[in-house]
């Protein structure tokens, strides 16, 4: 599609991933503080981010928002679990 091939497109792609790549850390933190980084579900999570970080290092910006929203879900899930 030539919609895709854009620099219009690639640089709102690349903005996307970069807000995703912050809310994660974010979550990621939040969580890691919470359970411990030994916690499986964080450690799913991390994998997740860092999967995240190589995509947006290889300009590969769709993949890497979508993995920095995996590890968003994932952090977030740990939270909401383990509210006191």
Known sequence: ??????????DHQ???ALKMYAES?????RAKAKVGSSDKRYVHAKKEFDNGKAALCL???????????E???IAH???????R
């Open 1 to 10: 599609m030539a919609a895709f091939k854009h620099p219009w497109w690639h």
């Open 14 to 16: 690349l903005k996307v």
């Open 25 to 29: 850390l974010a979550e990621l933190n």
């Open 59 to 69: 300009g590969h910006y769709w993949r890497a928002d979508h993995e920095f929203w």
């Open 71 to 73: 590890t968003y879900v």
């Open 77 to 83: 899930e740990i939270l909401k679990h383990n509210r």
